[in-house]
């Protein structure tokens, strides 16, 4: 289990210059309400290096001719084990956790101090902030203690997202297959939710239906809370009320995705409540597809990752031009972005430890990032007409629909993982009147 994260750990000091330290800040437990904690979930980034998923741990890695890895955690406490679970402790980060050598957490800064002698480059990784205080402590300790004909120290603090999320991108073929079980759970979610909706039942409802589904495939938790919304509910972007009864004749707007052993799918299906589109409900659906369709289909290495949205914008200015919901010429639309009042959101981004991963768009020179075989993301175009849009014939009015698929990009092309979410018309009825 081990072995996994001592070759990240390996592959990263290679890349770092000599005579560098980084600080690995893991996460701390929330708290809920007074002494009710939320379920934890370790730092993406801290978990990637080192596998270690208790709370308020820390790790260090130096690179000098002999490269060290120090681990810091919570020390074995049979009482509090009792009462909240099993602890590693300082003899298990070393057994299971390859670490060179470990201490109990409260030892962190004395173990750190000595070590910072000589060092020119310290990366931190401390998303929650729990050092930003100590760090000009740390360099103010550390310019103190040496001498005037010493090499001064610290030529720079940097964050460690610099390099180590470049390399998070493009993922391994372990990556991939965590992602597929991830997908796949979402896959039967999505399919029992579709089963289940009709008119009358609440958005809470299919959203504990998903929850369950997923479960019964492996997944612990959700990747980002799901959004279940019915009619106009769906306009608005990340609703997670999820607490309307669901009506005839609306749409439904659901985006949600399991995750798996740490890794995240992201998945959205848009769909009648009551499984038969109306005229207007499909024209919209269609276009979306099409955007979608058109989009996956420019996926290969060497594209540009920016073509993906101008697709999708390009399809559907130019469809709800012709459906009557834009006016003026297609250049006009397209130069004055006027679309944008329907399609509002960008269409993608990359997908892996976090639903939102981590990670350049752009290259070293600032131009869009050329996808490469092992890349996952998503391509999510929308088309949102809320109710209020009185300058809108009454049949569009209220209703979202994004359709949203995980995308891996293969040596040769793309491979859509979410493909087996019914997603065309006849699919998505076939499913829900059967
Ligand atoms: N569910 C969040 C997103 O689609 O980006
Ligand atoms: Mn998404
Ligand atoms: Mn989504």
Known sequence: MDNIYRHRRAELIEQLPDNS?????????KVRSKNIKYHFRQDN???????????????????REVSEYLLFSRPKDPAQEV???ARAGVEGAVEHYGADRAFPNELFEQTLLPLLQNIKILYISDELGRFSSSLINWANHHRINSSFDTPKNFTSIKPLAEVLHPRRVVKNHA?????????????????????ACHAGINERQLS???DFTIAK??????????????????CCLHYEDNCNELEDGQMLLIDAGGEFEHYASDITRSYPVNGRFTPEQKAIYQLVLSALDQAIDKVRPGAMWNSLHNTCMQVMAQGLKELGLLSGSIEEIMTTESYKRFTVHKTGHWLGMDVHDVGPYHDDDGNWRMLEAGMVFTIEPGIYIPEDALDVPEAYRGMGIRIEDDILVTANGFENLSADVPRTVEAIQAMMLN
């Open 83 to 85: 009462s909240f679970g």
């Open 208 to 210: 504990s239906l998903f």
């Open 175 to 195: 990556e991939i297959t965590t992602i597929r079980s991830a997908v796949a759970a979402s896959t039967a979610g999505h399919k029992a939710v579709m089963q």
């Open 217 to 234: 495939y492996g997944c612990n938790d959700v990747a980002y809370p799901n959004i279940v919304a019915g009619g106009n509910n769906a």
């Open 45 to 63: 980034d801290f978990l990637y290096l080192t596998g270690f998923n208790e709370p308020d741990a820390i790790a260090i890695l130096v690179k």
């Open 21 to 29: 330290l980084v600080i690995l800040a893991g996460y701390q437990q």
